[in-house]
């Protein structure tokens, strides 16, 4: 097995727990209704996705900007969600 194929292996299984950890909060969102979950889960589907899209890539890296820019969406939301808790 060459590093390729195990950096393509982890980087799914880094999704799937991404994906894991958004439906935890949106399971928390639809008891309470709170949107800190929402945004919580909406910013792991987004990394999930972001993570399955770069493994399915030729040459995964990480440091290629359209992911750069997807992850920093996700880390955007989890800051907005923080924020806006705070506010509240």
Not at 43 to 54: I, K, Q, T, W
Request: overall charge positive; proline content about 2%.
């Amino acid at each position: 097995m060459n590093i390729l194929t195990l950096n393509i292996m982890l980087l799914g299984a880094i999704a799937a727990t991404n994906a894991v950890a958004g439906m935890f909060f949106l399971r928390f969102w639809k008891r309470s209704g709170d949107r800190f979950f929402l945004l919580f889960a909406a910013s792991f589907f987004v990394e999930g996705v972001n993570r399955a899209a770069l493994a399915l890539t030729e040459h995964p890296t990480d440091g290629a900007p359209v992911f750069y820019v997807v992850r920093l969406l996700a880390f955007t939301l989890i800051l907005i969600a923080i924020a806006d808790k705070n506010r509240r």
